[in-house]
């Protein structure tokens, strides 16, 4: 939670019209972060802090300190600026959250209040800012454990101190609260009154200290708002082997309570064998009981669809869902319970070109998560990994955790699967791809699984199309063979997925809605995804009732037993430092991702002639 910090009268000193403060805080920024400022950010410093600090010199308050870009935990943003100081009635540590505007006017966006509209700035309609400190206010009080009560020690505020009432009078409609009050340059002696309503004049250094310094961990209102949301969610009921693995968890935790022990607990199995619905289960019974507990995976896609799943009603509780690459500056044990799913997805380190220097260390990524809490939880399908890079499996797991002194727990699911409970039907995937032993066999038939091949894309989505007005869920996907466009929030999706006269999209690669288009995370769960064609990084982790998969030129029967071409493949992630050898097993497991992705059925189509003729022979029940 690194922050540029001084005390206001400090900061006061610094004139609008000079560069100094800009520069000051870019070479923070980009030692603490190994990010460059870009000029806008730059200029708004020094326009807006030394107003902010002036404000609290004439208020008397030039001893609060203000910590600027203060970092919010286990994320990427930063609140412009954090007053910490006392309170005048209690002297217990006070803190106002302050996101600093310089807009000289702006309104409200008249197809969504909480919306706004800013004269000659790019990018559209933004959150309103009210709504943006008030969010910023309730994550600090929910992870920040310094902040023992948030609705006493907390305060939030927009500060535009560049305009006047009327030219931003909309913004006034939207109700305010304690954490989110809106201020302009007319409003400023009531802005002074506020400030003194929370801090008094002596320093801020001691509470800064203790904001900066405090443990980071879901707060206990947090948990209970998140026990409460999980445990009324029906559809997470566990069964036989995964209701063992749910109790072997709850037991490792207790016995990590009783004894000075540590435990790591691996939890294995094939697509659907529930190893999400565990995730879940133990989040919210470990919420429950005021275990302060974080769910983390390697995937946007996964993170953005389970916090839409496990807080829908709820904004708090999706912050609970988090990243594998937030823990690289967590203290050890920092955190009771992390649970880590689609753990194949762990990468052997969390740099990436944005770390800073000091962060560089060449820490592997198993090492972070298996510090960062009392039990880390990992759950996976050694048979995903589909990414250079990616590095989990059951063994590589147990190795780091052994060699902390850990006691290495492995429950295995396997006797449950995804696809509508057909263990034949995974075996069959496994076989034909080459990750199990014995050579493609021929598919006998399943009464809970429908197999078999399409002449055509345009078959296939004929074949397809009527389950979704049935209800069902279907969604077409295909390996990564052919280019991929840049998608334009203002444009149609480009058709780069030609075969013969048939033609589709790629998934979005947006975050945000195009019309009938769902964003990237979203192309799995949301309408409107069956008229693109997924990838890998889309449809890993989810299911949907009826699966079409292509299969592209990578993927070819030859001399009796499908083959990788490699130059046929056009995922930039492959690039010429990973090995052909690397690349095979990458592309094998991609397919058997993409295979595996539907509950009741099937249908495959392959871009190559013989390997068509192939399939079709050996899907014919």
């Given amino acids: 939670m690194t922050a540029?910090?001084?005390?206001?009268?400090?900061?006061?000193?610094?004139?609008?019209?000079?560069?100094?403060?800009?520069?000051?805080?870019?070479?923070?920024?980009?030692?603490?972060?190994?990010?460059?400022?870009?000029?806008?950010?730059?200029?708004?410093?020094?326009?807006?802090?030394?107003?902010?600090?002036?404000?609290?010199?004439?208020?008397?308050?030039g001893d609060v300190e203000m910590l600027v870009e203060y970092r919010l935990p286990l994320s990427d943003k930063r609140v412009d600026v954090v007053l910490a100081g006392h309170h005048p009635e209690t002297d217990d540590h006070s803190y106002v959250v302050v996101e600093l505007k310089?807009?000289?006017?702006?309104?409200?966006?008249?197809?969504?209040?909480?919306?706004?509209?800013?004269?000659?700035?790019?990018?559209?309609?933004?959150?309103?800012?009210?709504?943006?400190?008030?969010?910023?206010?309730?994550?600090?009080?929910?992870?920040?454990?310094?902040?023992?009560?948030?609705?006493?020690?907390?305060?939030?505020?927009?500060?535009?101190?560049?305009?006047y009432d009327p030219a931003v009078r909309d913004l006034f409609d939207l109700s305010a609260d304690d954490h989110g009050q809106l201020f302009t340059a007319q409003g400023r002696g009531a802005f002074l009154d506020f400030l003194r309503s929370r801090l008094t004049p002596m320093s801020g250094a001691e509470a800064a200290d203790r904001l900066l310094r405090g443990k980071v961990r879901p707060s206990q209102q947090l948990m209970k708002v998140a026990a409460a949301e999980v445990k009324e969610r029906t559809q997470f009921t566990l069964l036989d082997e995964q209701h063992t693995a749910f109790r072997a968890v709850l037991h490792a935790v207790e016995r990590a309570h009783e004894s000075d022990r540590k435990p790591a607990v691996i939890i294995s199995g094939g697509p659907g064998s529930g190893k999400s619905v565990i995730a879940l289960s133990l989040l919210g019974e470990l919420s429950r009981d005021g275990v302060s507990t974080l769910h983390a995976t390697g995937s946007r896609a996964f993170t953005t669809t389970m916090r839409k799943v496990a807080g829908r009603r709820s904004p708090r509780v999706q912050k609970l869902f988090t990243y594998f690459n937030s823990f690289m500056e967590t203290a050890p044990n920092q955190f009771e319970v992390l649970i880590c799913d689609e753990s194949h997805r762990i990468r052997e380190t969390s740099a990436n070109r944005y770390t800073k220097a000091a962060l560089r260390t060449g820490r592997p990524q198993v090492d972070e998560l298996l510090s960062a809490a009392r039990v880390p939880v990992f759950l996976l399908d050694e048979h995903q990994v589909v990414?250079?890079?990616?590095?989990?499996?059951?063994?590589?797991?147990?190795?780091?955790?052994?060699?902390?002194?850990?006691?290495?727990?492995?429950?295995?699911?396997?006797?449950?699967?995804?696809?509508?409970?057909?263990?034949?039907?995974?075996?069959?995937?496994?076989?034909?791809?080459?990750?199990?032993?014995?050579?493609?066999?021929?598919?006998?038939?399943?009464?809970?699984?429908?197999?078999?091949?399409?002449?055509?894309?345009?078959?296939?989505?004929?074949?397809?199309?009527?389950?979704?007005?049935?209800?069902?869920?279907?969604?077409?996907?295909?390996?990564?063979?052919?280019?991929?466009?840049?998608?334009?929030?203002d444009r149609p999706l480009e058709n780069d997925v030609r075969i013969g006269g048939w033609e589709r999209p790629w998934n979005s690669r947006l975050d945000r809605w195009l019309p009938g288009v769902p964003p990237s995370a979203l192309w799995a769960t949301e309408e409107g995804g069956f008229d693109q064609v997924g990838c890998v990084y889309t449809a890993q982790g989810f299911e949907y009732d009826w699966s079409g998969v292509i299969l592209g030129p990578d993927l070819v029967f030859r001399d009796g037993q499908l083959v990788i071409d490699r130059k046929a493949n056009r995922d930039p992630a492959l690039g010429r430092k990973t090995s052909d050898e690397e690349a095979e097993a990458l592309i094998r497991n991609t397919y058997k991702v993409l295979l595996t992705r539907g509950m009741q059925g099937t249908v495959l189509f392959s871009t190559d002639p013989e390997t068509q003729e192939f399939l079709t022979a050996l899907t014919k029940v």
């Fill in 4 to 61: 540029f910090r001084r005390s206001a009268a400090s900061l006061s000193s610094f004139s609008p019209m000079e560069e100094r403060l800009g520069e000051l805080l870019a070479e923070h920024l980009r030692y603490a972060t190994g990010r460059s400022p870009n000029l806008s950010e730059i200029r708004s410093w020094n326009r807006s802090l030394p107003a902010l600090a002036t404000d609290l010199v004439d208020a008397g308050l």
């Fill in 102 to 163: 310089q807009w000289s006017e702006a309104e409200s966006w008249e197809e969504d209040p909480t919306m706004v509209l800013v004269p000659h700035q790019p990018g559209g309609p933004r959150l309103h800012p009210v709504l943006q400190v008030r969010d910023y206010c309730s994550y600090i009080g929910d992870f920040v454990s310094s902040i023992t009560n948030p609705d006493k020690q907390l305060r939030g505020v927009a500060y535009l101190h560049n305009a």
């Fill in 387 to 489: 990414r250079p890079g990616e590095m989990g499996t059951v063994e590589t797991i147990r190795q780091h955790a052994e060699a902390k002194g850990l006691e290495v727990h492995h429950i295995d699911l396997s006797g449950q699967f995804r696809c509508g409970g057909s263990a034949l039907y995974e075996q069959w995937v496994q076989r034909l791809l080459g990750l199990a032993p014995g050579g493609p066999l021929p598919w006998t038939g399943d009464d809970g699984f429908v197999l078999h091949t399409a002449d055509s894309p345009a078959e296939m989505d004929a074949a397809l199309r009527p389950f979704l007005e049935q209800g069902y869920t279907a969604r077409l996907s295909a390996g990564y063979c052919w280019p991929w466009s840049k998608a334009e929030k």
